[in-house]
């Protein structure tokens, strides 16, 4: 057992994997020597060599179509985007290719492939280093999207994603890489996929968030809880396909639910878990469902990010606002 | 068998690393008024980056791109270029911006995180940054498009890094350029690295030049070090594309005297010593040594050029740290012409939580 960052588990897990599978293969920009600009991969190429480790040309449609060709043809794939905002040159195969090669194949052939980004804002990143796009990929059937928010997730989730048999995104929070450090026990214990964490009991409303807004969900629970407000705290960590069980029987509990995401309001996933707590859950709702997001804007520089991020402030104010709803 | 295709790949340097002229210089180098220009710049921006290192470190800007060693190809290649031509660049262009009407403040302002510093307003015939990787050449394509349409006699330049060179973007833009006859040219500055990956694990082929040969055009290489070599084969080219609908791919080849970007750390994979072997071949020393031996420079000259920069770069630094912070609206204000009204809402949430950031 070890006190580690997000990316330090994120690096264990794949060294992990690599050891125990050799089938899996890491590639991306900068992954060998330089040991990905997150250090994500840092050590893996001295470990397992320039066959499992490899340094890709730039270019990310080519990133996404060979990780596709690997693992039809048998390998597992774990290829990296350097960041989400370049992911969107390998989006073509990622739709059209990854995601449908079952369905197309009517189960013949299969992609057991895993895309890693870093994503997300807050850490004063250049133009297009904070993007949080989530829900177009989300939005494609055939992908699963997984998004780890602690040390402990990031481990098992990723060796989870490793092992499923279809293609997963895997987003990893860059504003929590280095944020909170966990003991991570290096057991090769995966954690479920398509599975809620509920991090926080409570009964007077359902918090339901993922990735970094994680942070500002906790602090703002603390906060209500000074006030005499229980907050359920749920992080989604499989946005697709949602565990939303677990979401309505929260909502049944509490009666209120609040969503926060960092990504832009519009066509965001809590748009999707908004709709479905009304479908299935509306006589259990004491007060309309609310939604804390990042603006409908493009996400600021760095010097404008922190007015763009949500904060645990607003997520009280709204919770505070629906308790006296009803 | 009979040979179907043949092609050559041109290497052209003027001054060698010595300041010696190794081959017949264009007509401008034999004007040193002209020649103490370039070196003017090359060593104004070389003190700019050095300020915008040291900015970076104190937290005065975010992550900042070195140009420290490329001097030479970016100050050549703005100096070959028309006030009317269009420029598209990629991010570590400064050179040839700052000869366009860019202010090395606007530089520092973009670097520092504010949008303003991306929009080149006084600076009419620039695109903005693009950081996404090899994305730009397609909007050159573009603009070059226009431009033969409506039978305007500019051409247009963008620079793509080597890295760039994989994306399929590039050849696209290539590929469209040659197939339509298009007034622009595509510069490879070749700067031997993209991030950790070195030049030769981009592509098998022996120059990047030779791209353009696939795209039905031809390719050259030019020694960036020498910007004598770099201005001319520039203004060749541009004028190719003004007067023949020609375009061209200029490969220049410099050595990137500094980790990727602020946020880098070459020493993991870079080889020790490599760097200072390289620095030999600099661009402003080669043209130092030239200017001398020309008779036309010296300590004195040197030293005095040295305050005159040094002055003119803390004053842009003073203008930078002076710009008054944008407005949170402004978030809003550029997204489309007119605000659509179901965002006014959160327009005005943004004006009223704008004071209660928790940054
Ligand atoms: C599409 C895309 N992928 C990845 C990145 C991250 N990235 C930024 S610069 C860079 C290397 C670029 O190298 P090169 O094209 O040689 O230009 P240089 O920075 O060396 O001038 C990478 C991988 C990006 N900005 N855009
Ligand atoms: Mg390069």
């Known amino acids: 057992m070890a006190e580690m960052t997000l990316v330090e588990a994120v690096n264990l897990a794949l060294a992990y994997e690599m050891k125990a599978d050799k089938s899996v293969v890491v590639l991306g920009e900068d992954v060998g020597k330089n040991g990905g600009v997150f250090r994500a991969t840092q050590g893996l190429l001295d470990k397992f060599g320039p066959d499992r480790v490899r340094d890709t040309p730039l270019a990310e449609s080519m990133i996404a179509g060979i990780s596709i060709g690997m693992a039809a043809a048998g390998l597992k794939p774990v290829a990296e985007f350097q960041f989400m905002g370049f992911l969107y040159p390998g989006y073509d195969q990622i739709v059209n290719h990854a995601a449908r090669i079952r369905n197309r194949t009517r189960g013949h052939m299969t992609c057991p492939v895993v895309f890693r980004t870093p994503y997300g804002c807050g850490i004063r990143s250049p133009e297009h280093h904070s993007e949080s796009t989530e829900a177009v990929l989300a939005h494609i059937p055939g992908l699963r999207v997984v998004i780890p928010s602690s040390p402990k997730r990031a481990y098992g989730l990723l060796l989870a994603s490793i092992r499923d048999p279809d293609p997963v995104i895997f987003l990893e929070p860059s504003r929590l890489y280095r944020w909170a450090k966990q003991d991570v026990i290096d057991d090769g214990k995966a954690l479920p996929l398509d599975t809620c964490f509920t991090l926080r009991v409570g009964t007077d409303v359902t918090l339901v968030t993922w990735g970094a807004m994680v942070k500002e969900t906790l602090a703002a629970a603390d906060l209500l809880s000074q006030n005499g407000v229980s907050a359920e705290v749920i992080d989604v960590a499989t946005i697709k396909p949602l565990d939303i069980d677990t979401i309505i029987a929260s909502v049944e509990k509490t009666g209120r639910c609040v969503i926060i995401h960092e990504a832009a309001k519009t066509g965001g996933v809590g748009a999707d878990i908004s709709a479905l707590v009304a479908e299935r859950a509306l006589l259990s709702l004491r007060a309309p469902v609310q939604r804390i997001t990042g603006y409908d804007t493009i996400v600021p520089y760095a010097k404008m990010e922190k007015y763009y991020l949500p904060n645990e402030h607003q997520i009280v104010e709204a919770v505070t606002n629906i308790m006296e709803f009803a | ?359």
């Open chain 2, 1 to 359: 068998m009979e040979i179907v295709a043949k092609f050559e790949v041109p290497y052209y340097q003027y001054l060698n690393h010595e300041g010696n002229v190794v081959a017949d210089l264009p007509a401008f180098a034999k004007d040193t008024q002209e020649l103490i220009k370039l070196y003017r710049l090359m060593v104004l921006n070389r003190i700019f980056d050095t300020k915008a290192i040291a900015l970076q470190r104190t937290g005065k800007i975010g992550t900042y791109p070195s140009t420290r060693g490329q001097e030479g190809v970016f100050v050549g290649v703005g100096a070959g270029m028309a006030k009317d031509d269009i420029f598209v660049p990629y991010y570590r262009d400064v050179g040839i911006l700052v000869q366009r009407g860019v202010k090395f403040s606007d530089i520092l302002l973009y670097w520092g995180g504010d949008e303003r510093g991306n929009c080149f307003a006084s600076a009419k015939n620039n695109f903005p940054y693009s950081v996404p990787v090899g994305s730009q050449p397609l909007h050159a394509a573009g603009v070059a498009t226009a431009l033969k349409i409506r039978k305007e006699k500019h051409a247009v330049l963008t620079v793509t890094g080597d890295g760039g060179t994989s994306e399929g973007d590039f050849y696209e833009a290539m590929n469209v350029a040659g197939v339509w006859k298009l007034p622009v040219v595509f510069v490879v500055s070749n700067n031997q690295w993209a991030i950790s990956v070195p030049r030769s694990e981009q592509t098998a082929a022996q120059t990047l030049a030779q791209k353009a040969i696939a795209a039905g055009f031809a390719g050259e290489q030019v020694d960036g070090n020498d910007v004598i070599a770099v201005r001319d084969r520039t203004e060749v080219a541009m004028k190719k594309a003004r007067e023949q609908n020609e375009p061209t791919l200029l490969e220049i080849i410099s050595y990137r005297q500094s980790d990727h970007t602020t946020a880098d750390d070459a020493s993991r994979y870079e080889a020790k010593g490599t760097r200072e072997t390289h620095w030999a071949h600099e661009p402003i020393m080669r043209l130092k040594k030239y200017l001398e031996k020309l008779g036309v420079w010296d300590d004195k000259k040197e030293e005095s050029l040295q305050t005159e920069c040094a002055a003119e770069i803390e004053k842009t630094v003073a203008d930078y740290l002076q710009t008054e912070p944008a407005t949170v609206e402004s978030l809003f204000d550029y997204l489309y012409e007119k605000l659509p009204k179901i965002y006014e809402e959160q327009r005005d949430q943004l004006i009223q939580l704008g004071g209660q950031s928790h940054g």
